[in-house]
C-alpha cells in the first residue's frame, strides 16, 4: 500500500499585497513549504476583479501536520485582529511521503 | 471652446471609451497583466525622456522642483485629512489612508495633461516629471505617520489587538519607511531617469522610436483600460455618500490651486509646466499608494480610497480639471 | 482553541463563458462571497488550452454553512440539466470566523 | 504564379510556422494572455486606421457598406444552417452554433488578406474594415435566432430541462440580444473607429507609428499563435468527419463568391476593396461568435464549432482562399 | 436530494515541465479528466517564482472513483522515486452526477 | 575607459537598475509573463533580422559557422563536466545539467554584446546569430548523454528506482532528443531567420520599425527583468559554495577564450563578428536547457545550475566578459 498519511491543508484568501507576511509566517512556524495561487472573488470587501495591483487576491496553500496546524492558526488569528481581511479554512487531507511535510523550510 | 475642441484627443477619448464599454455592460475583459505592463512600459518612457532632458538642464532649478514635490507631497495630504475629519463621514483611520492618496499623484492623469499640452501646442519643463517620480513616497510616509497617530488616539476604544501596539508598530514603520522609498514604481521611475540622463550620447537616440514614436498609442490603451476601472468604481459612490463623493471633487481643486501657485510663484514655471505641477497636486495616486495603505492601514476600508481617488478624482481630473488648471496656469502667467 | 466550525467547500469547474451567472448564483443563495482561479484542462468536451477566450477555464470556489449547501446544488443541477458542462464537488472544511460565512454578500 | 509568390510574405510564412511548431510537437508554449493581447492592438489599430479614412471619405457609402455588412451577417448563417441540416451530420442545435460562425467574420483573416494585398501592391478602400465591425452582431443574433427556434422544435424531444423554457428562453433572450451588440470585439472596434474620425485633425499623426508601423510586426506575432492554435484544432478534424470538414471547405467558397458580388455589383468597390468583402463572407469568427455560441447554445459541441472556424476553414482562407478570392475579384472586375 | 457520491480528489503540485507527463498518466489510468492552474511557491527545492519557464509550478487536480486511486498513487510514486519532485495529497469530496467520473478521458 | 563608458548604454544600465531593485528589496513585482513575451519578440525579431542578412550572403560560410556551432555546443560541456567533477563539489548527474548550460547560449548576453558594439561602432557579421540559434540544440543533448552515462557509473550506488533503467531510461532519450531539435526558442529563432530569408523582397520592409527600430527598448526592459532574476539567484551562492562560484567565473572566460579562437581563426571573422563568437562560447543558457535538464535530470538541483548560469555567469558576462572579449578579439585581429 500507499505511505498516505493524516495531514491538514490550510487555505487562506486574500489580498497579494500580504504574500510576504504569509510566507514570513509559513517559515517562522516551520511548515515545509507553501503554494499560491493568482485568484480574484468577492467578499465583504467588495470584488476583487485583479485587474489592478491593488484588487488582485491569493490563494496560500499549506500543508502541515496536525501538531503544527494550530500555531499558523494563531498567526493568522493575529492578522485578522489587526483587521487584515482573511478567508481561512483547514480540510483534511493524506500526504504521500509524510516526512517531506515535517521538514521545515530551509 | 478650444479647451473642450482639446479634449478631442485620441488620449481623452480612449478614456471615454473604457469607460462607456463599461457602463454598457460591454462583456470585454482586458488581460489581467496588461494595465501592469503598459504602466511599466509608460512609466519607463517617461522616465528615460524625462531624464535625458534634465541630463541637459539646470540641476539647480531641479533641486528646487524636488524639494517643493517633497513639500506637496507632505502637505496635501495634512489639508485632506482635516477636511475628511471635518466632514465626520469617515474615522480617521480612513481619512489617513484617504489622504495619502491626494499627496501622491496619479501618472495616468499626469500623462493625459502632457497628451493635452501637445495636442493645444503648449510647450512645458521638465522638472515636473522629476516632481511627479518624487511625490509617492512623502505621500505614503505622512499616510502612515497620520494612520499610526490616529491608531494611538483611537487606541482607548480599539484594543482588539494588542499585538499592533508599540512592537507591531515599530516593526510595521520600518516596513513602511522602506517601502515608501524603495515603491516599485518610484524605483522605475528615478532609476530610468538617472539612466536617460547618465546614457552615453548617442545611446539614447536607438531609443526614441520605443519610448517616443509609439508611446501615445501605449498611453492610448492605458488610459482604454483605466476608464474601464473608474466606472467600476465610480458605482460604488453609493456606498461612499454625497459628502465624500463632495471631497473626491473638492480636494484636487484644492490641490491643484496650490500645485499650480507652487508652479508658477515658486518654480516659475511656464504655462505648460505650470498646468503639469497644478495637475501633480490635484491627481490622486490609484497604482502607489493603494497597496503601501492596504498593507499599513487594514483598518481602511479600501473600497473607500479606491473609489475616490479612481472613481472620482480621476475622471473629474481627465475630463473638467486638467483644462481648468490650464486655464488657470494661464490667468496667473498673464 | 481556535473559534473553527464546520463548513461546506464547493468547488465548480466550468468555461469563463459561466463567470458572471455562477457569480449572481452565489449572490441570490446568499453566501458570503466567491474566488475564483484561471485555469485549463482536459475533460469528455476536449481540451481546454486557456489560450483562446473560448477555452479557458474557471475553478470556482463557494464557502457555505451546511445548509445553504443544498440551494446552491439545486442551481448547478439546473445548469448542467441546461447542458452546461459543470464539473463541481463537495468537500468538508473548518473554517475560521464562522461568522463571516453566514453575511450574505452585499 | 503570382498568386503564389504572395504568399511568401511574412505575415502568411508566420501562419504556417506557428502550425509547422505544432505539427512537429515542440515544446513551444506562449503566454496565455499574448493572443488576447496581441488582438487588442490589432482591433485598436485597424479601427483607428479605418476610422480615421472614412472621416474623410462618403458616408453615404459607408451606410451602403452597413447595410450590406448586415444583410451578409444575417444571409450566410441561414445558407449555412440549411447547408448543414442538409448533411444530416449534425442535429439542430450543433447547426446554428456552426452556422453563425460563418455569418460572422476573422480578423486575422482580414489582415492577412490586407498584408497580401499591399505586398501584391493592390489597394483597397477603407469601407469594409467598417463591415468588418458590424457583422459580428447580426451573426451572433441569428445564431441565437436559429438555436431558439430549433430548441422549439426539439421541444418533444428533449424534455430534460423544464426551466430553459420561455422564461429561460426569454432572459436568454435579453441576454444575448445585449452581447450581440456589446459584444467585446465590437466595442473595441467600433469605438477605435469613432475615435478614428473625430479625433481632431493632427493628433492621429502621434499615433501613426504605433498604428501603421508596427502593425505588420504584430500581426505576425498574431498569425504565429493563430497558426498553433489551428494545428491543435485540425487535429480533432476526425471527430468532425468528412462531410463536416468539407462543409468547413465548401461554406467559405459560398461565403466569398457571395462577398465578392456584393463587393463589386452592390458596393461598386475596386478589385482590392471586392477582395477583402470576400474575404469577409469567406472567414469564420473564431473571436466573438465562439463564447456567445458557448453561452447561449450550451447543447452545441464547441470542439465542432472550433474545429471548423479555426482548424478548417482558417488555414484554407490563409493560404488556399486569399489569393483565390483576390483572382475572382479580378475576374468579375474586367 | 442531490445525486452525491464519494469520490477521491488528488492535488499534485509540482513544475510545469512536468505537465505533459501528469496528463499522459491521467489518460492511462483512465480518469475521467483533470484542470492545472498555474502556481508559484516554495519548498525543499527552493522558491519558485513564476517569473521564468523553469520555476514555474502547477497544481493539478484529478478527481476519481476511489477505485482508480490506487493505480494513479502508484504512477505519482514512481516519478518521485526517479528523484522528481512531487508533492502530493488526497481528499475526501463528494461529485455531483459521479458516473461523470467514471467515463475514462478519450 | 573607453570599455567602462561603454557599459554607460541603457541596456546594461537597465540591468543594473533591476539588479539594484532586487538588492534594496523593492516591492516591484513584474507580470508573470512579461519576460516571456519579450523574449518572444527578441528572438523573433534578432532571427527575422539575421535571417534577411543571411539570405544575401554566402552560404558556404554560413554552413561553416553551422559546423563550429554545433562542435562548440558539444565540446563546451565536456570540457565544463570534466572541470565540475575536478572540483569534486558537486555529483555526476549536478557536474552534467550544469555542463549542458555552459555549451548552450544566453540570448540575453548576445545582445547585449551587439548593444555593446553598436555603441562602440563595431561593425559585425551575421553569421553569429546563426550560431545562436545552432548551439541550443547539441548542448541539450550532450547534457542528456552526460547524465545517462552518469547515472550508469552511478547505478550501482543509486538503486532506489528501477524503474529508470533501460526502458525508462529508452523513453526519456527519445523525448529528449525530440526536445533538443523542437525546443521553443530554437522553433522560433530558426523559423524566423528562414522566414527573414525567403520572404520576398519589399515584404521585409514594413516590418523594419518593427524588427528594428523598437528593439534597443525592449531589450532594457527584458534585461531589467534579467538583472532581477539574477539578483534573485545570486543570493542563494553560498548554497553553491566558493568553488562553484569559482566556476560560474573560469568556464565563460574558458569559453570565451575558445570562442574568440574560433571567431578568428576558423571562421576569419572581423574584431565585431568574433566578439560575439566568443560571447556565445562564453554564456550560459537560461531559457532553453534549465527546463530540458529538469525534465530529463530530475536527480540534479535546478537551484546549482539556476544559480551559477544566471545568478554568477550572466552579471558576469554583461559587465566584465563582453568588454573582455571585446579587448580579446581586438589584440588577436592585430
Ligand atoms: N464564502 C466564500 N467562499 C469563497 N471565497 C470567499 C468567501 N468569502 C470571501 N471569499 C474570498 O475572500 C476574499 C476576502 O473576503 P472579504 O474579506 O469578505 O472581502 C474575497 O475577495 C474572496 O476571494
Ligand atoms: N476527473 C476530473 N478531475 C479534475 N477536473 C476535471 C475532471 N473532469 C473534468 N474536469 C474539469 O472540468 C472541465 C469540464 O469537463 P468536461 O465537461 O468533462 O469537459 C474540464 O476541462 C476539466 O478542467
Ligand atoms: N507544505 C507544503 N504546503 C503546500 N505546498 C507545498 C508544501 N511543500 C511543498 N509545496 C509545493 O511543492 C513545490 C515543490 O516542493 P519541494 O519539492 O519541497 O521543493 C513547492 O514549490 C511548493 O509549491
Ligand atoms: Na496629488
Ligand atoms: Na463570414
Ligand atoms: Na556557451
Given at each position: 500500500m500507499h505511505n498516505?498519511?493524516?495531514?491538514?491543508?490550510?487555505?487562506?484568501?486574500?489580498?497579494?499585497?500580504?504574500?510576504?507576511?504569509?510566507?514570513?509566517?509559513?517559515?517562522?512556524?516551520?511548515a515545509s513549504g507553501y503554494t499560491i495561487q493568482r485568484s480574484r472573488g468577492g467578499g465583504s470587501h467588495g470584488e476583487q476583479s485583479g485587474m489592478l495591483d491593488v484588487d488582485t487576491n491569493i490563494t496560500f496553500h499549506v500543508v502541515v501536520p496536525e501538531e503544527r496546524l494550530s500555531g499558523l492558526l494563531d498567526d493568522l488569528q493575529g492578522l485578522i485582529n489587526k483587521r487584515y481581511h482573511l478567508t481561512v479554512f483547514v480540510s483534511d487531507v493524506s500526504v504521500l511521503r509524510p516526512d517531506k511535510f515535517s521538514e521545515p523550510l530551509a | 471652446m478650444s479647451a473642450l475642441s482639446n479634449l478631442l484627443i485620441p488620449a481623452v477619448l480612449f478614456f471615454a471609451l473604457g469607460f462607456l464599454a463599461r457602463v454598457i455592460k460591454s462583456d470585454l475583459r482586458l488581460p489581467q497583466d496588461l494595465a501592469k505592463m503598459l504602466s511599466i512600459y509608460l512609466l519607463v518612457a517617461i522616465g528615460l525622456h524625462g531624464g535625458y532632458q534634465l541630463g541637459q538642464s539646470d540641476l539647480g532649478a531641479a533641486f528646487n522642483a524636488v524639494l517643493w514635490a517633497v513639500i506637496l507631497g507632505f502637505g496635501l495630504p495634512l489639508i485632506?485629512?482635516?477636511?475628511?475629519?471635518?466632514?465626520?463621514?469617515?474615522?480617521?483611520?480612513?481619512?489617513?489612508?484617504?489622504?495619502?492618496?491626494?499627496?501622491?499623484?496619479?501618472?495616468?492623469?499626469?500623462?493625459?495633461?502632457?497628451?493635452?499640452?501637445?495636442?493645444?501646442?503648449?510647450?512645458?519643463?521638465?522638472?515636473?516629471?522629476?516632481?511627479?517620480?518624487?511625490m509617492e513616497s512623502p505621500a505614503i510616509i505622512v499616510g502612515l505617520l497620520l494612520a499610526s497617530w490616529s491608531r494611538r488616539q483611537l487606541a482607548g476604544a480599539d484594543e482588539v489587538d494588542p499585538s499592533s501596539g508599540?512592537?507591531?508598530?515599530?516593526?510595521?514603520?520600518?516596513?513602511?519607511?522602506?517601502?515608501?522609498?524603495?515603491?516599485?514604481?518610484?524605483?522605475?521611475?528615478l532609476g530610468s531617469m538617472v539612466i536617460g540622463a547618465i546614457s552615453r550620447p548617442g545611446s539614447m537616440e536607438k531609443l526614441s522610436p520605443f519610448i517616443d514614436e509609439i508611446f501615445m498609442g501605449v498611453l492610448c490603451l492605458f488610459l482604454f483600460e483605466?476608464?474601464?476601472?473608474?466606472?467600476?468604481?465610480?458605482r460604488?459612490?453609493?456606498?461612499?455618500?454625497?459628502?465624500?463623493?463632495?471631497?473626491?471633487?473638492?480636494?484636487?481643486?484644492?490641490?491643484?490651486?496650490?500645485?499650480?501657485?507652487?508652479?508658477?510663484?515658486?518654480?516659475?514655471?511656464?504655462?505648460?509646466?505650470?498646468?503639469?505641477?497644478?495637475?501633480?497636486?490635484?491627481?490622486?495616486?490609484?497604482?502607489?499608494?493603494p497597496?503601501?495603505?492596504?498593507?499599513?492601514?487594514?483598518?481602511?476600508?479600501?473600497?473607500?480610497?479606491?473609489t475616490l481617488a479612481l472613481?472620482?478624482?480621476?475622471?473629474?481630473?481627465?475630463?473638467?480639471?486638467?483644462?481648468?488648471?490650464?486655464?488657470?496656469?494661464?490667468l496667473i502667467a498673464t
Open positions: 498516505l498519511a493524516p495531514g491538514k491543508l490550510i487555505t487562506i484568501i486574500t489580498t497579494d499585497v500580504l504574500e510576504d507576511r504569509l510566507v514570513a509566517m509559513v517559515r517562522k512556524r516551520g | 485632506g485629512y482635516a477636511l475628511l475629519l471635518f466632514t465626520r463621514r469617515v474615522d480617521r483611520m480612513n481619512a489617513a489612508a484617504i489622504a495619502a492618496h491626494y499627496g501622491s499623484v496619479s501618472a495616468g492623469t499626469f500623462l493625459t495633461a502632457i497628451a493635452y499640452l501637445d495636442s493645444a501646442g503648449v510647450s512645458y519643463e521638465s522638472y515636473p516629471v522629476i516632481m511627479l517620480a518624487v508599540n512592537g507591531g508598530a515599530r516593526r510595521q514603520w520600518k516596513t513602511l519607511a522602506h517601502e515608501a522609498l524603495t515603491n516599485g514604481s518610484v524605483v522605475l521611475l483605466m476608464g474601464m476601472e473608474a466606472a467600476r468604481r465610480i460604488e459612490f453609493r456606498k461612499v455618500g454625497p459628502v465624500l463623493v463632495g471631497f473626491g471633487l473638492v480636494m484636487p481643486l484644492i490641490g491643484g490651486a496650490i500645485g499650480i501657485a507652487v508652479g508658477h510663484l515658486a518654480l516659475g514655471l511656464s504655462i505648460g509646466g505650470t498646468t503639469l505641477v497644478g495637475v501633480l497636486g490635484a491627481s490622486a495616486s490609484y497604482i502607489a499608494v497597496p503601501a495603505m492596504r498593507l499599513a492601514v487594514p483598518e481602511a476600508n479600501p473600497s473607500f480610497y479606491l472613481g472620482i478624482t480621476f475622471p473629474f481630473n481627465v475630463v473638467v480639471g486638467i483644462p481648468l488648471y490650464h486655464h488657470l496656469a494661464t
